[in-house]
């Protein structure tokens, strides 16, 4: 990471109900929605005020997660209703680690927004931000600043 890559501002509290369900529902993947103010220039910094918990519909939900759509929509217009933006995404890992899979890489679909990932082993959260180049995409990692 150099100093003009970008940062996700995440409350401690968000951060560890988000680890006390990744553990709660372990073996399985959880998922859920980011809410606040979101940045998309390079160096930008997001702001995650809220997370909306969204139950993982995958069919494999111990090695994938997914959103259903009307309920990922249900989600968006809940936090724009309440002057929020999409600040991104968080799912878990709870054996791999906190950075982005093959399948990760493969199903982003969100330019610009931050991915948080939870590691349960090991424990370990990071955060990363989905880039897209001429079609092609990628995930950089980003700063994650606890307040």
């Not at 997001?46 to 993982?56: D, F, G, I, K, L």
């Not at 259903?68 to 799912?91: C, K, N, T, W």
Request: aromatic share 8%; charged share 35%.
């Amino acid at each position: 990471m150099t100093s003009s890559s970008p940062e996700l501002v995440v409350p401690a509290e968000i951060r560890d109900r988000i680890l006390e369900r990744a553990r709660e529902e372990s073996p399985a993947e959880i998922c859920g929605i980011f809410g606040g103010e979101y940045v998309p220039t390079p160096d930008g910094r997001s702001r995650v005020r809220s997370q909306y918990p969204a139950e993982n519909v995958a069919e494999t939900p111990r090695t994938r997660y997914r959103i259903d759509p009307e309920a990922q929509l249900e989600i968006f217009e809940r936090l724009e209703s309440g002057g929020e933006e999409i600040v991104g995404f968080y799912h878990s890992h709870p054996r791999g680690p906190p950075r982005p899979s093959a399948t990760d890489e493969a199903q982003a679909t969100w330019p610009d927004r931050s991915y948080l990932i939870v590691s349960l082993e090991p424990l370990e959260v990071r955060s990363w931000r989905w880039r897209e180049d001429e079609g092609a995409g990628r995930f950089e990692q980003e700063r994650l600043v606890l307040e």
